[in-house]
Protein backbone atom coordinates (compact mmCIF):
# COMPACT_ATOMS: atom_id res chain seq x y z
CA UNK A 1 0.00 0.00 0.00
CA UNK A 2 1.89 3.60 -0.80
CA UNK A 3 0.41 7.13 -0.20
CA UNK A 4 -0.35 7.70 -3.99
CA UNK A 5 -2.64 5.01 -4.02
CA UNK A 6 -4.44 5.96 -0.96
CA UNK A 7 -4.85 9.51 -2.74
CA UNK A 8 -6.15 8.32 -5.93
CA UNK A 9 -8.53 6.13 -4.08
CA UNK A 10 -9.87 9.50 -1.90
CA UNK A 11 -10.06 11.04 -5.16
CA UNK A 12 -12.60 8.69 -6.41
CA UNK A 13 -14.57 8.68 -3.21
CA UNK A 14 -15.09 12.50 -3.28
CA UNK A 15 -16.10 12.18 -7.10
CA UNK A 16 -17.91 9.23 -6.65
CA UNK A 17 -16.95 8.88 -9.82
CA UNK A 18 -14.39 7.03 -11.77
CA UNK A 19 -14.56 9.43 -14.73
CA UNK A 20 -15.17 12.54 -12.92
CA UNK A 21 -11.93 11.91 -10.29
CA UNK A 22 -9.80 11.48 -13.53
CA UNK A 23 -11.33 14.30 -15.07
CA UNK A 24 -9.79 16.54 -11.34
CA UNK A 25 -6.02 14.10 -11.07
CA UNK A 26 -3.30 13.11 -13.38
CA UNK A 27 -4.63 9.97 -13.20
CA UNK A 28 -7.02 8.21 -16.37
CA UNK A 29 -10.20 6.38 -15.28
CA UNK A 30 -8.14 3.13 -16.53
CA UNK A 31 -5.27 3.67 -14.15
CA UNK A 32 -7.65 4.93 -11.38
CA UNK A 33 -9.72 1.97 -11.92
CA UNK A 34 -6.48 -0.14 -11.74
CA UNK A 35 -5.29 1.66 -8.49
CA UNK A 36 -7.97 0.92 -6.82
CA UNK A 37 -8.55 -2.79 -7.64
CA UNK A 38 -4.64 -3.10 -6.52
CA UNK A 39 -6.25 -1.44 -3.22
CA UNK A 40 -8.99 -3.82 -2.71
CA UNK A 41 -6.57 -6.67 -3.48
CA UNK A 42 -3.86 -5.42 -0.86
CA UNK A 43 -6.87 -5.47 1.66
CA UNK A 44 -8.64 -8.31 1.30
CA UNK A 45 -12.26 -6.18 0.98
CA UNK A 46 -14.34 -4.23 -1.89
CA UNK A 47 -13.94 -0.16 -1.15
CA UNK A 48 -16.47 0.37 -3.44
CA UNK A 49 -20.18 -0.42 -4.14
CA UNK A 50 -20.59 -0.22 -7.83
CA UNK A 51 -24.35 -1.97 -8.05
CA UNK A 52 -25.72 1.35 -7.98
CA UNK A 53 -25.32 4.94 -10.73
CA UNK A 54 -23.41 6.60 -8.39
CA UNK A 55 -20.18 5.13 -6.49
CA UNK A 56 -20.80 4.65 -2.99
CA UNK A 57 -18.06 3.64 -0.25
CA UNK A 58 -18.73 0.03 1.67
CA UNK A 59 -18.62 0.12 4.99
CA UNK A 60 -14.90 -1.58 4.76
CA UNK A 61 -14.45 1.75 2.26
CA UNK A 62 -15.97 4.47 5.05
CA UNK A 63 -12.94 2.46 7.61
CA UNK A 64 -10.43 3.17 5.00
CA UNK A 65 -10.97 6.50 3.82
CA UNK A 66 -11.47 7.76 7.55
CA UNK A 67 -7.81 6.13 7.85
CA UNK A 68 -6.73 7.68 4.76
CA UNK A 69 -7.40 10.83 6.01
CA UNK A 70 -5.47 10.68 8.99
CA UNK A 71 -2.23 9.38 7.33
CA UNK A 72 -2.30 11.56 4.86
CA UNK A 73 -2.71 14.32 7.33
CA UNK A 74 0.06 12.88 9.53
CA UNK A 75 2.44 13.14 6.74
CA UNK A 76 0.98 16.82 5.90
CA UNK A 77 2.11 17.86 9.46
CA UNK A 78 5.64 16.29 9.17
CA UNK A 79 6.49 18.21 6.56
CA UNK A 80 5.11 21.28 8.65
CA UNK A 81 7.00 20.47 11.79
CA UNK A 82 10.37 19.44 9.95
CA UNK A 83 10.32 23.12 8.33
CA UNK A 84 9.56 24.98 11.74
CA UNK A 85 12.64 22.93 12.97
CA UNK A 86 14.53 24.02 10.05
CA UNK A 87 13.34 27.30 10.84
CA UNK A 88 13.92 26.67 14.46
CA UNK A 89 10.43 27.77 15.31
CA UNK A 90 10.39 24.99 18.36
CA UNK A 91 12.82 22.86 20.41
CA UNK A 92 14.45 21.77 23.35
CA UNK A 93 17.92 21.86 24.54
CA UNK A 94 19.15 20.55 27.40
CA UNK A 95 22.39 22.54 28.47
CA UNK A 96 24.82 21.79 31.58
CA UNK A 97 26.09 25.02 33.24
CA UNK A 98 27.71 24.99 36.30
CA UNK A 99 26.58 27.08 38.89
CA UNK A 100 28.95 29.76 38.86
CA UNK A 101 28.65 30.00 34.88
CA UNK A 102 24.71 30.17 35.13
CA UNK A 103 25.29 33.16 37.91
CA UNK A 104 27.29 34.80 35.60
CA UNK A 105 26.12 34.14 31.66
CA UNK A 106 23.50 31.96 31.52
CA UNK A 107 20.63 34.90 31.75
CA UNK A 108 22.63 36.89 28.62
CA UNK A 109 22.74 33.72 26.89
CA UNK A 110 19.09 32.77 27.56
CA UNK A 111 17.95 36.48 27.01
CA UNK A 112 19.92 36.75 23.69
CA UNK A 113 18.67 33.19 22.23
CA UNK A 114 15.25 33.72 23.50
CA UNK A 115 14.96 37.32 21.87
CA UNK A 116 15.58 34.88 18.28
CA UNK A 117 13.96 31.28 18.92
CA UNK A 118 11.28 32.31 21.89
CA UNK A 119 9.62 28.99 20.62
CA UNK A 120 12.87 26.52 21.64
CA UNK A 121 13.08 25.64 25.31
CA UNK A 122 16.26 25.76 27.68
CA UNK A 123 16.45 22.79 30.23
CA UNK A 124 19.31 24.11 32.46
CA UNK A 125 21.27 21.40 34.12
CA UNK A 126 23.28 23.07 37.09
CA UNK A 127 26.12 20.71 38.05
CA UNK A 128 30.05 20.59 38.29
CA UNK A 129 31.93 21.16 34.93
CA UNK A 130 33.28 17.65 35.36
CA UNK A 131 30.06 15.82 35.78
CA UNK A 132 28.78 17.91 32.80
CA UNK A 133 31.77 16.40 30.97
CA UNK A 134 30.61 13.03 31.54
CA UNK A 135 26.79 13.98 30.64
CA UNK A 136 27.72 15.30 27.08
CA UNK A 137 29.94 12.30 26.67
CA UNK A 138 26.87 9.96 27.26
CA UNK A 139 24.50 12.07 25.55
CA UNK A 140 22.14 12.62 28.25
CA UNK A 141 22.67 16.38 28.00
CA UNK A 142 22.62 18.45 24.02
CA UNK A 143 25.48 20.93 25.04
CA UNK A 144 27.80 22.03 28.30
CA UNK A 145 29.44 24.69 29.35
CA UNK A 146 33.33 23.70 30.89
CA UNK A 147 36.37 24.80 32.18
CA UNK A 148 38.59 24.31 29.41
CA UNK A 149 40.86 22.67 28.59
CA UNK A 150 38.54 19.95 27.62
CA UNK A 151 39.53 16.70 25.81
CA UNK A 152 39.73 17.33 22.25
CA UNK A 153 39.18 13.95 21.04
CA UNK A 154 35.83 13.26 23.09
CA UNK A 155 34.47 17.51 22.10
CA UNK A 156 33.64 20.06 19.85
CA UNK A 157 34.98 22.51 21.79
CA UNK A 158 33.55 26.49 21.24
CA UNK A 159 35.40 29.23 23.30
CA UNK A 160 33.46 31.50 25.43
CA UNK A 161 34.82 33.33 28.13
CA UNK A 162 37.60 34.05 29.75
CA UNK A 163 38.61 36.04 33.60
CA UNK A 164 41.20 36.43 35.30
CA UNK A 165 41.40 34.89 39.20
CA UNK A 166 41.83 37.28 42.14
CA UNK A 167 42.17 37.29 45.83
CA UNK A 168 38.74 38.02 47.98
CA UNK A 169 39.09 38.42 51.39
CA UNK A 170 37.48 40.20 54.02
CA UNK A 171 37.84 44.10 54.34
CA UNK A 172 39.71 44.02 57.72
CA UNK A 173 42.04 41.01 56.48
CA UNK A 174 46.34 41.89 56.40
CA UNK A 175 46.87 42.03 53.16
CA UNK A 176 43.18 43.79 52.21
CA UNK A 177 45.00 47.04 51.59
CA UNK A 178 47.84 45.66 49.42
CA UNK A 179 47.69 46.67 45.60
CA UNK A 180 48.84 43.22 44.93
CA UNK A 181 49.25 39.76 46.45
CA UNK A 182 52.02 36.89 45.71
CA UNK A 183 50.70 33.27 45.90
CA UNK A 184 53.19 32.54 48.09
CA UNK A 185 51.89 34.86 50.75
CA UNK A 186 48.75 32.74 50.99
CA UNK A 187 50.45 29.37 52.07
CA UNK A 188 49.28 29.98 55.56
CA UNK A 189 45.94 31.36 55.22
CA UNK A 190 42.59 29.20 55.35
CA UNK A 191 41.13 28.32 51.71
CA UNK A 192 37.42 28.13 51.17
CA UNK A 193 37.02 26.27 47.57
CA UNK A 194 34.16 24.67 45.22
CA UNK A 195 33.63 20.94 46.00
CA UNK A 196 36.08 18.25 44.44
CA UNK A 197 32.95 17.70 42.28
CA UNK A 198 33.98 20.67 40.48
CA UNK A 199 37.30 21.67 38.09
CA UNK A 200 38.04 24.44 40.42
CA UNK A 201 38.88 22.75 43.29
CA UNK A 202 41.67 20.99 40.86
CA UNK A 203 42.79 23.63 39.62
CA UNK A 204 43.35 26.08 42.86
CA UNK A 205 44.85 23.07 44.69
CA UNK A 206 47.12 22.74 41.32
CA UNK A 207 48.06 26.32 41.26
CA UNK A 208 48.69 26.19 45.12
CA UNK A 209 51.13 23.39 45.11
CA UNK A 210 53.22 25.15 41.88
CA UNK A 211 53.94 28.09 44.20
CA UNK A 212 55.60 25.82 46.92
CA UNK A 213 52.36 24.77 49.25
CA UNK A 214 49.21 22.87 49.41
CA UNK A 215 46.19 25.12 50.71
CA UNK A 216 44.45 24.31 54.13
CA UNK A 217 41.11 24.25 53.10
CA UNK A 218 38.52 24.83 55.54
CA UNK A 219 35.51 24.99 53.77
CA UNK A 220 34.03 23.67 50.39
CA UNK A 221 31.02 24.42 48.85
CA UNK A 222 29.20 23.79 45.02
CA UNK A 223 27.77 27.26 45.82
CA UNK A 224 29.94 30.70 44.80
CA UNK A 225 27.72 32.68 46.84
CA UNK A 226 28.01 30.79 49.44
CA UNK A 227 31.87 30.65 49.27
CA UNK A 228 32.17 34.59 49.35
CA UNK A 229 29.64 34.79 52.12
CA UNK A 230 31.89 32.73 54.09
CA UNK A 231 34.83 34.90 53.04
CA UNK A 232 32.21 37.94 54.38
CA UNK A 233 32.74 35.93 57.91
CA UNK A 234 36.31 36.14 57.83
CA UNK A 235 36.39 31.74 57.77
CA UNK A 236 39.03 32.12 54.77
CA UNK A 237 40.28 33.75 51.54
CA UNK A 238 39.10 32.37 47.91
CA UNK A 239 40.67 32.62 45.07
CA UNK A 240 37.83 33.41 42.05
CA UNK A 241 37.36 34.94 38.55
CA UNK A 242 37.24 39.03 39.11
CA UNK A 243 33.61 39.24 37.27
CA UNK A 244 32.25 37.65 40.45
CA UNK A 245 32.79 40.17 42.55
CA UNK A 246 30.23 42.75 40.54
CA UNK A 247 27.59 39.89 41.04
CA UNK A 248 28.09 40.15 44.67
CA UNK A 249 26.90 43.30 47.35
CA UNK A 250 28.64 41.95 50.42
CA UNK A 251 30.54 45.48 51.41
CA UNK A 252 32.65 43.35 53.90
CA UNK A 253 34.76 41.55 50.88
CA UNK A 254 37.35 42.77 48.87
CA UNK A 255 39.63 41.76 46.07
CA UNK A 256 43.54 41.89 45.68
CA UNK A 257 44.97 41.33 42.16
CA UNK A 258 47.50 38.17 42.11
CA UNK A 259 51.23 39.30 41.16
CA UNK A 260 52.62 38.65 38.04
CA UNK A 261 49.75 36.22 37.94
CA UNK A 262 48.45 34.47 34.61
CA UNK A 263 45.39 32.45 36.33
CA UNK A 264 43.38 32.57 34.07
CA UNK A 265 39.40 30.65 33.90
CA UNK A 266 39.10 30.01 30.46
CA UNK A 267 35.25 29.03 29.59
CA UNK A 268 34.20 26.71 26.36
CA UNK A 269 31.28 24.95 24.72
CA UNK A 270 31.44 21.39 24.27
CA UNK A 271 29.18 18.89 22.30
CA UNK A 272 29.81 15.13 21.44
CA UNK A 273 32.35 15.07 18.49
CA UNK A 274 30.40 13.18 15.58
CA UNK A 275 26.85 13.13 17.33
CA UNK A 276 23.68 15.02 16.01
CA UNK A 277 23.03 18.83 16.37
CA UNK A 278 19.40 19.71 15.76
CA UNK A 279 18.87 22.64 13.68
CA UNK A 280 17.74 24.56 17.65
CA UNK A 281 20.77 23.00 18.88
CA UNK A 282 23.16 24.66 15.60
CA UNK A 283 21.07 28.03 16.61
CA UNK A 284 22.76 28.26 19.97
CA UNK A 285 25.78 27.63 19.06
CA UNK A 286 25.65 30.60 16.32
CA UNK A 287 24.51 33.08 19.09
CA UNK A 288 27.10 31.74 21.44
CA UNK A 289 29.87 31.99 18.71
CA UNK A 290 29.09 35.63 18.58
CA UNK A 291 30.21 36.68 21.95
CA UNK A 292 33.34 38.12 21.39
CA UNK A 293 35.01 37.80 25.09
CA UNK A 294 37.72 35.54 24.71
Not at 204 to 222: H, K, L, M, R
Not at 226 to 241: A, F
Not at 252 to 259: A, D, G, W
Not at 262 to 285: D, M, Q, R, V
Request: with cysteine; net charge negative.
Amino acid sequence: MELRDLKAFMEVADHKSFTKAAAHSYLTQPSLSKTVKKLEEELGVELFDRSTRHLRLTDAGEIVYEQSQKILSAMSQVNVLLDELRDVVSGEIKIGIPPLVGTLIFPEIARDFHNQYPKVTLELVELGARLIEKLVEEGAIDVGVVVLPAEEAKFNIYPLIKDEFVLYLHKDHELSQRSSVSLNELKEEKFILFSKDFTLYDYIIGVCEEAGFTPDISYQSSQWDLIVELVSYNLGITLLPKSIYNKQTNSNVKIVPLENSNLLWKLGIITKKEAYHSFALKALLEVVGRKDDF
